[in-house]
């Protein structure tokens, strides 16, 4: 199983890739648990609200998992929602880094705001571009400072669509080459 995750800023078509991927390679779409909370519990998200959408986000991730689907797309993870309380609240639970870090991801791919027009949902808060350009800094520090493997993907709608295609055409031709040396 390859782990792929879309992550960075909003607005910048995570979940459309998620899709389109998911439609040329098969595999499992993991989706935002934020956007089910947010629908489920019909109130802006406070600091403590975000264990719970940590653990809903694991357990959507964990579930997917123990399916053992040769692609797992990830639309987001844990440095998302770790990105996310400390820009809304200036803090997150030490134990979302720990959890990431116990985790194997095959590649990120880090979403570029550049080009990236800003869509109102009734979920996003981020309309301004700087602000999006800080959020995708941010996950690009830590992705650095932990030493994930990421590529940034940026460019129009076509374009985007072009490079994560590509990265998981390799993504997953790394994988049958693996499985033929062991064959």
């Known amino acids: 199983m390859k782990v792929l995750v879309l992550t960075g800023a909003e607005s910048t078509g995570k979940s459309w890739l998620a899709a389109r991927l998911q439609q040329r390679f098969g595999g499992l779409v993991v989706g935002e648990y934020v956007r089910h909370f947010i629908d489920r519990e019909q109130h802006d998200t406070c600091l403590a609200d975000i264990p719970a959408i940590a653990r809903g986000q694991l357990a959507w991730e964990d579930a997917a998992r123990r399916q053992q689907p040769e692609l797992l797309i990830l639309d987001t993870h844990l440095l998302s929602n770790m990105l996310w309380s400390r820009t809304l609240?200036?803090?997150?639970?030490?134990?979302?880094?720990?959890e990431l870090l116990a985790r194997r991801y095959d590649q990120h791919l880090l979403l570029s705001p550049e080009g990236a027009i800003w869509h109102a949902d009734g979920q996003r808060c981020q309309p301004e571009t700087l602000e999006r350009f800080r959020f995708h800094d941010a996950c690009r520090q830590w992705l650095e400072r932990n030493e994930q493997p990421y590529v940034e993907i940026g460019g129009d709608w076509a374009s985007r669509e072009q490079q994560v295609i590509a990265q998981a055409q390799a993504l997953l031709g790394a994988m049958d080459r693996h499985a033929h040396k062991r064959g």
Do not use: C, I, K, V
């Not at 609240?89 to 720990?98: T, V």
């Open 89 to 98: 609240f200036d803090e997150y639970p030490a134990w979302l880094e720990d």
